[in-house]
């Protein structure tokens, strides 16, 4: 079922299967809908894949967004809270 508040569905899943966040996933669909992809990629950074860090790169990560019991959490249940959140 869509989201009213995403402006644009089919971008935000790409995104959120790329890794993003709920919350990333979204600003970035709403501003490619609202200004044009091609200009929201161009001042678009990178980011290393989830799979591609370590697990403390993970958890730092956890830590700056809040994910609680973090630190019971092995690396493929770091990755699936980030993507979750």
């Known amino acids: ?5 995403i402006k ?4 935000y899943q790409k995104v959120r299967e ?5 919350e990333k996933a979204a600003r970035i669909a ?3 809908a609202g200004e044009g992809r091609s200009k929201v990629a161009q001042r678009g950074g990178s980011s290393n894949r989830y799979e591609d860090m370590t697990k403390d790169e993970l958890y730092e990560r956890a830590q700056k967004v809040g994910i609680k019991g973090r ?3 092995n690396k493929d249940e770091l ?3 980030l993507r979750d959140h």
């Open 30 to 32: 709403n501003a490619a």
């Open 71 to 73: 630190s019971d959490m």
């Open 18 to 22: 790329e890794g993003a966040s709920k």
């Open 8 to 11: 644009d569905e089919k971008t």
């Open 1 to 5: 079922m869509p989201n009213p508040s």
């Open 79 to 81: 990755i699936k809270a």
